[in-house]
């Protein structure tokens, strides 16, 4: 029979694909059981949406073959998502949310709500806790993208308002306090002021991600989130089009100014996909977002196409992510949700941040 040490040994030649250490130094190896020829073992990820799973267990196998004795691999999956709030007024604005993740663009009309909806359900899937707020006042979209249109979130005590769900998520909007037909003509200091309440007087729970869906461009609402929360950092969303593109780089300039890290760019309707023959246009060019990417030297997180289902998904509030999991559309979607997660925990890692304990 093999030994603990041996086991253990092989185990620590195996790395996390993304963290670039050992599994058994991120203790991720846990309820390690040997008996006779056969080695059963736990490997606890860092999220449960980890877009490399296939290739940790493949090093895994491959490790425990090459230990004397070893005939048998019984490898089971958890997870136990890392928190980067820290310490900081975060705490007392959202103290369940481990992550929060931005949602940002250049410019409107580039897809950044249909993406925002599209990964909160993707990540809701893989098993995380995940909510969702619709932080763009002067355009809220979200309670039509998620079927919420004619709901009112409600309160206990009069303060404390509880998040509706959909799919999954748990969803807040300003678009559920006020007339749909209204517009907001709000200045900065209302802007914070409404962001601030959205964040702490609402009843988020436990989560282990928090999406913002942004307003598009560079005004007050992700200096007030700079400001006020420690983010675990923004996605940016643009088309592939030279226009789209330049506006992503202004935007990322300002989230670098305000020490918001960068977690990606995703590059939307990338290419037309015809509904009757699948067969795909490139309409708004092809591979700008790539490029744009490598330019600013910032991870490309994927490729969304212009897909007419997508369009109706977000019309009738039921995206994709949800009514159609198995289609490539939605397989593009939970690629570049999973690649969001590993960023998230990648930049954990880096910053050597404390792992949340189960409960806590």
């Avoid at 002021?193 to 729970?205: C, E, K």
């Avoid at 700079?226 to 300039?253: C, H, N």
């Avoid at 939307?268 to 015809?274: G, K, R, V, W």
């Amino acid at each position: 029979m093999a030994s603990e040490q041996a086991v253990l040994e092989a185990l620590r030649t195996v790395n996390d694909p993304e963290l670039h250490r050992s599994i058994v130094d991120l203790e991720m190896v846990k309820d390690l059981r040997i008996s006779g020829d056969q080695v059963a073992l736990q490997i606890e990820l860092t999220t449960p949406a980890c877009p490399l799973k296939d290739r940790i267990e493949a090093d895994v196998r491959a490790a425990l073959a090459t230990v004397p004795g070893v005939a048998r691999v019984d490898l089971s999956w958890g997870a136990r998502v890392r928190a980067s709030s820290g310490k900081g007024p975060q705490q007392d604005l959202v103290p369940g949310v481990k992550n929060i993740v931005l949602i940002g663009a250049g410019k409107g009309g580039v897809g950044k709500s249909t993406v925002a909806v599209n990964l909160a359900v993707s990540l809701a899937r893989c098993g995380a806790r995940v909510g969702l707020l619709d932080a763009d006042f002067y355009g809220p979209s979200i309670p039509i993208m998620t079927g919420l249109t004619q709901a009112r979130p409600k309160s206990r005590d009069g303060k404390i308002l509880e998040t509706l769900q959909a799919h999954g998520v748990s969803v807040m909007s300003i678009g559920f306090l006020v007339d749909p037909d209204q517009a907001l003509v709000w200045r900065g200091p209302m802007l914070h002021s409404a962001l601030i309440q959205l964040l702490r007087d609402v009843a988020w729970g436990e989560l282990d991600y928090l999406l913002l869906d942004l307003p598009p461009g560079t005004g007050d609402v992700p200096l007030s989130l700079a400001q006020a929360v420690r983010s675990a950092g923004v996605v940016l969303v643009s088309t592939p089009q030279d226009v789209a593109l330049s506006d992503v780089l202004k935007a990322k300039i300002m989230f670098d100014k305000v020490n918001i890290p960068v977690l990606g760019l995703v590059e939307n309707m990338s290419t037309f996909i015809c509904p009757h023959c699948q067969a795909e246009t490139a309409i708004f060019a092809s591979g700008g977002g790539e490029k744009a990417a490598a330019a600013m030297g910032i991870p490309f997180l994927g490729k969304v196409p212009l897909d007419l289902a997508i369009r109706e998904g977000g019309d009738s509030g039921q995206p994709i992510a949800a009514s159609r999991p198995e289609s490539s559309q939605a397989q593009a979607l939970m690629d570049v949700a999973k690649r969001v997660a590993g960023q998230v925990s990648s930049r954990q890692d880096a910053m050597k941040l404390p792992i949340f304990k189960t409960g806590t």
